[in-house]
């Protein structure tokens, strides 16, 4: 059974730090990764999308990077800013486009 | 493109009621699921769809029920309702290749 653990669990930066969030899975026979950002009482949105072929994506102050070897995978965030508090999820996917995902980072980015 | 919608937003039931919640997608995906998501917690899968005519459980799926008769619809069935069910549960769809898109939830309390 894929279990997917998010580390940490709440992180407070002041803003412009550059941070990482860190997500591992258990069975690496994955075919792709995805990144969440989740606002409280909304829904999820998608950030980044890795394939199982890839080693990263980039979008804008984001980066993702994917090892599947190791069943890791971490989440760059460049010069944080306030409008970036919010959890952030990973999930992976198997066989069945089956998304098992992590229990999320919560970031507070203080002005 | 709507993309994912979700009805109702917010319901509140008592023990033992029954409700359907509808989730539908514009997007021509296969792939259909429902999460269940606990206060603090990560996404839990209920039931999930890889086609017109085709259903699973997932994780949680006790005391809930779907059906996928079209590709765009996928309902989810509460029958006896319990507090335990008391959550936010999401509907989200997936393309061949493409990330996931999820709903904006449906707040349910049980009474």
């Known amino acids: 059974k894929q279990e997917v653990t998010q580390i940490p669990a709440a992180l407070s930066v002041p803003e412009g730090e550059n941070l990482v969030l860190n997500c591992s899975f258990t069975?690496?026979?994955?075919?792709?990764l995805q990144w969440f950002r989740q606002d409280p009482g909304k829904g999820l949105t998608s950030l980044l999308l890795?394939?199982?072929?890839?080693r990263e994506q980039t979008s804008g102050r984001l980066n993702a990077s994917l090892d599947k070897s190791s069943g890791r995978s971490t989440l760059y965030i460049a010069a944080s800013q306030p409008g970036d508090s919010a959890t952030y999820l990973c999930?992976?996917?198997?066989?069945?486009?089956?998304?098992?995902f992590g229990g999320g980072t919560r970031l507070m980015v203080k002005p | 493109n709507a993309g994912v919608t979700q009805t109702p937003k917010f319901r509140i039931l008592k023990i033992g009621q029954s409700m359907t919640l509808q989730c539908t997608q514009d997007?021509?995906?296969?792939?259909m699921y429902w999460y269940r998501q606990d206060p603090g917690m990560g996404l839990k899968l209920i039931y999930y769809?890889?086609?017109?005519?085709?259903?699973d459980k997932g994780e949680v799926p006790n005391g809930y029920n779907v059906s996928r008769s079209t590709t765009e619809d996928f309902p989810l069935r509460l029958e006896l309702a319990a507090p335990s069910q008391t959550s936010v549960y999401f509907c989200?769809?997936?393309?061949?290749?493409?990330?996931?898109?999820f709903g904006q939830g449906t707040r349910l309390t049980v009474v």
């Open positions: 989200a769809s997936i393309g061949q290749y493409t990330e996931a898109f």
């Open positions: 069975d690496s026979a994955i075919y792709n």
């Open positions: 999930a992976v996917s198997n066989a069945g486009n089956m998304l098992t």
């Open positions: 769809s890889v086609g017109a005519g085709i259903t």
């Open positions: 997007m021509n995906h296969n792939y």
């Open positions: 890795i394939q199982s072929s890839q």
